[in-house]
Nanobody, 128 residues
């Protein structure tokens, strides 16, 4: 069974940082395009940052560029999202995702359609 399990979410003050982790089981991430999506209350799920198997990455949502960094540790079969300078508008449930149907990181982040495996999500709340 293919599974992704996120951790690291929580409550943080504006300007703070969090690092989300996503551990895969049942498959190896190094052959998948992987990414992070988020969904705020009343909004569509959107791509935040995605990475091709080769390590090419993109931050799809423009406001995250320079603040969020995606990385992967193939030895640990884990993906990370480092989030700095957090803002209240970053509040959302963050989901880890993986796919073999798209090889482009940008192609994965632009839509949820091609995702093969979703994590259960982790809540991030940015508030003072």
């Amino acid at each position: 069974q293919l599974q992704l399990v996120e951790s690291g979410g929580g409550l943080v003050q504006p300007g703070g940082s969090l690092r989300l982790s996503c551990a895969a089981s049942g498959f190896t991430l190094d052959s998948y395009t992987i990414g992070w999506f988020r969904q705020a209350p009343g909004k569509e799920r959107e791509g935040v940052s995605c990475m091709h198997t080769s390590g090419g990455s993109t931050n799809y949502a423009g406001s995250e560029k320079g603040r969020f960094t995606i990385s992967r540790d193939n030895a640990k079969n884990t993906v990370y999202l480092q989030m700095n300078s957090l803002k209240p508008e970053d509040t959302a449930v963050y989901y880890c995702a993986a796919t073999k149907r798209v090889t482009s990181a940008q192609g994965m982040c632009i839509t949820t359609y091609f995702v093969d495996v979703w994590g259960q999500g982790t809540q991030v709340t940015v508030s003072s």
